[in-house]
């Protein structure tokens, strides 16, 4: 029985799976989206949101915590600097996992994963579905209020 095991092994033992995670949390920082397969995007999810949480608050002890988990002085600069101040005010769900197929040689179920605040085309997607919501009554008094703002250039064009 496998009663509390969450994480998925990913066919690798301890050390290989850290260090694979680890290099793909870098990959993401570094490059914001990265293609792999969906059980590694899940899994990675699962391990860079906690670190992203930790990145929000600039503190010596974070930026340890943090580098003892990626090793690499160029990503947590561009953590703690860049990524940090976009994630700022989201209160978690740093990632986004977009499907995108089956890959050809062995039909693995391939995504993209990114840093959600990075992707400028979704961004400009919701601010235009938030202006859109309009009401009924809303449409009958902006009519109303246009033929009112006609109607005195149509008299000051008839004289």
Known sequence: MRHNKKFNHLGRKAAHRGAMLSNMAC???MHKRISTTLAKAKALRIY???LLTKAKEDTTANRRLVFSELKQKEVITELFNNVSEK???RPGGYTRILRTGFRLGDAAEM???ELVDYNENMLKETKKAA???TRRAGKKAAAKAED???APAEEAKAE
């Open 27 to 29: 990959s993401l920082i």
């Open 131 to 133: 202006k859109k919501s």
């Open 48 to 50: 860079v949101e906690p």
């Open 87 to 89: 994630i700022a005010n």
């Open 111 to 113: 995504c993209i994963i």
């Open 148 to 150: 009112t703002a006609d």
